[in-house]
């Protein structure tokens, strides 16, 4: 029987090997990815062509079996982002975007949902992996606020950069995070903004991609009023302990 599981991490291995080979030929070019952080390296956003990678979004996910896995691999140069590339393994999805060209979901184009009203709509979030009881409480109570507006539901698959993809795909009208990093979400958020939508961050101001702190919606009415309901609390950089003066 073929392994799924074996299938998935080949793929992620070989596109995540790809991008580092294009990476050292392209030498000018800075990385920023989960594991090279993780392992020391400098998370730092420069105006360098920068690749900022995840391999495995949705790491708990792939531990459990749970079929929702994505590589996401972003390009930024002068801290802009040039293009997006979200593979979501299990479901053979693949989401590209291309500055001014457009979002697409395996060839085909992709539109935000057009809805206005928060009343109709799906809401993206995620519990995230910090289990400190001041942080779970905001969760929860932010959660609470925007059920209770009402809207029609939450939902959340475990990978940000494929709750991403489902609102630049219209499943979901906005998604919002806090503790997220920027190799989660620096491929989705080319892909939402390509596919007609916006990006801030949870007080309303312009999305800062070291913020650790996400909103991504269809529109900015949608995207305010959910930033309204948010109990904002502020993680620790990603560029931290790697600030420049550039
Ligand atoms: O660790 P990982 O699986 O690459 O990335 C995870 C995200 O995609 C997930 O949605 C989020 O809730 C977690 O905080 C974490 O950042
Ligand atoms: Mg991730």
């Not at 000018?28 to 952080?37: A, D, H, K, P, Q």
């Not at 085909?108 to 992996?129: C, P, R, Y």
Request: proline fraction near 3%.
């Amino acid at each position: 029987m073929t392994d799924l599981w074996q299938n998935a991490m080949d793929h992620a291995v070989a596109l995540a090997r790809k991008a580092g080979s294009v990476s050292v030929c392209l030498s000018f070019c800075l990385f920023i990815g989960e594991e090279s952080v993780a392992a020391g390296e400098p998370c730092v956003l420069t105006d360098n062509p920068t690749w900022i990678v995840d391999p495995v979004d949705g790491t708990t996910n792939f531990v459990h079996g749970y079929p929702f896995v994505a590589v996401s691999i972003g390009f930024a140069v002068n801290r802009k982002l040039e293009f997006g590339v979200v593979y979501s393994c299990i479901e053979d999805k693949m989401y590209t975007a291309r500055k001014g060209q457009g979002a697409f979901c395996n060839g085909q184009l992709l539109n935000v949902s057009d809805q206005k009203e928060i009343s109709q709509s799906i809401i993206a979030t995620e519990f995230g992996s910090n289990r400190d009881t001041e942080v779970v409480d905001k969760i929860f109570s932010s959660m609470r606020k925007i059920l209770c507006l009402p809207i029609h539901g939450i939902r959340g698959v475990g990978t940000a950069a494929t709750n991403m993809c489902l609102v630049a795909s219209g499943c979901v009208e906005a998604y919002y995070e806090i503790g997220i990093h920027c190799w989660d979400i620096a491929a989705g958020a080319i892909i939402v903004t390509e596919a007609g939508g916006v990006l801030m961050d949870v007080d309303g101001g312009p999305l800062d991609l070291m913020s650790r702190r996400v909103v991504a919606a269809n529109n900015k009415i949608i995207a305010e009023r959910i930033v309204k309901e948010i109990d904002a609390f502020t993680p620790l950089r990603d560029d931290a302990s790697t600030e420049t003066e550039d």
